[in-house]
């Protein structure tokens, strides 16, 4: 199994006493070497202008890329940009991309880009939320636009609603975006009646859900979803800042819940996309959970 990552997405600084840290990077990859030395590691290529040019406005290229900060610039209150910040971003995004076309290739089934930073709040014209460009957006419209797939589902299960993939394909009907989210809480969007062009799932979950809540409502409602649109591809906002130790949020998930989801997405995968599945990291703020987690996530998609 591929896992993609690059040494820029460490040098991404977002200043002293901030959540979305070069230490979150830093745990998981040791992490994950630890537990499977067996995993096939790759260096993430920057994404290109016409890759990020599919999803995003030229504006918010210029202000990622052009603006070449000497020190810290804030993009939004809680999005930062910082002199190796382009660069991360580039690669971030040039990770799902390659990710697409090893999976589509028929080179690996399946492919996790350990990268930061994440994505899913980037909108077509604004970075925000931790976010600079939509890193899964962008691999999505690489295995609609590159390789010709009509059917691409996008599965995010981060704690926060991923509000940026699902404005940029809410009008998409080859995309399929399925969402768990606590509610309220940041972005404060992603309530059930945005529904898109039938293609956008949403469940709110209050503050307090635990796993057996949280795996109802894939089981019931939202994995039933994903498999009617038969995807073609399987790509997975993977955030886990739904755990119990996260500080960012409010909800009781353990890493055993994450595992359980990963696996019902395999299944989901062998019986409708050869098995492939694209996951990209997101949230998740506890370096200790985060790490477990993402190792629990890596097990059940490498096998
Ligand atoms: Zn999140």
Same mark, same amino acid.
């Given at each position: 199994m591929h896992v993609y990552t690059h040494a820029a997405c460490l040098a991404h600084d977002t200043g002293p006493d901030h959540a979305e840290r070069p230490a979150r990077l830093r745990t998981?990859? *040791? #992490?994950?070497? #630890?537990?499977?030395?067996?995993? $096939?590691? +790759? +260096?993430? /290529?920057?994404?290109? @202008?016409? +890759?990020?040019? @599919?999803?995003? $406005? /030229?504006? !918010? !290229? &210029? #202000?990622?890329?052009e603006t +070449?900060?000497?020190?810290?610039?804030?993009? $939004?209150?809680?999005?930062? !940009?910082? /002199? *190796?910040?382009a660069e991360a971003a580039l690669r971030a995004a040039g990770a799902g991309v390659a990710a697409v076309d090893a999976v589509l290739s028929g080179r690996t089934r399946r492919a996790f880009c350990a990268v930061? /930073?994440?994505?899913? *709040?980037?909108t077509v014209s604004a970075a925000m939320g931790f976010c600079l460009f939509n890193n899964i957006a962008v691999a999505a419209r690489q295995a609609i636009d590159g390789h010709g797939l009509e059917r691409v589902a996008i599965v995010d299960f981060d704690v926060h609603h991923g509000n940026g993939t699902q404005a940029i394909f809410e009008r998409d009907a080859r995309v399929c975006f399925a969402s768990t989210h606590q509610w309220p809480l940041y972005p404060e969007s992603g309530a059930r009646n945005e529904t898109g062009c039938g293609n956008i799932f949403n469940v709110p979950l209050p503050k307090g859900t635990d796993g057996p809540v949280f795996r109802t409502a894939w089981r019931d409602e939202l994995l039933p979803a994903v498999e009617a649109f038969r995807p073609q591809l399987l790509l997975v906002s993977a955030g886990f800042d739904g755990h119990r130790l996260d500080p960012l949020a409010g909800w009781l998930l353990e890493a055993a819940d994450y595992a359980w989801l990963?696996?019902?997405?395999?299944?989901?995968? &062998?019986?409708?996309?050869?098995? @492939?599945?694209?996951?990209?990291? &997101?949230?998740?703020?506890?370096?200790?959970?985060?790490?477990?987690?993402?190792v629990a996530h890596v097990d059940v998609l490498r096998m």
């Open positions: 998981v990859l *040791h #992490a994950l070497e #630890a537990a499977h030395p067996d995993l $096939d590691w +790759q +260096q993430a /290529p920057a994404a290109t @202008r016409g +890759q990020l040019l @599919r999803v995003h $406005d /030229p504006r !918010l !290229l &210029e #202000a990622v890329l +070449q900060p000497t020190a810290l610039h804030l993009l $939004d209150p809680d999005t930062v !940009l910082s /002199p *190796h910040s930061r /930073p994440p994505g899913h *709040h980037a990963t696996g019902e997405l395999v299944a989901l995968a &062998e019986r409708h996309a050869g098995g @492939r599945i694209v996951s990209l990291l &997101e949230g998740g703020y506890d370096l200790t959970a985060l790490a477990e987690c993402c």
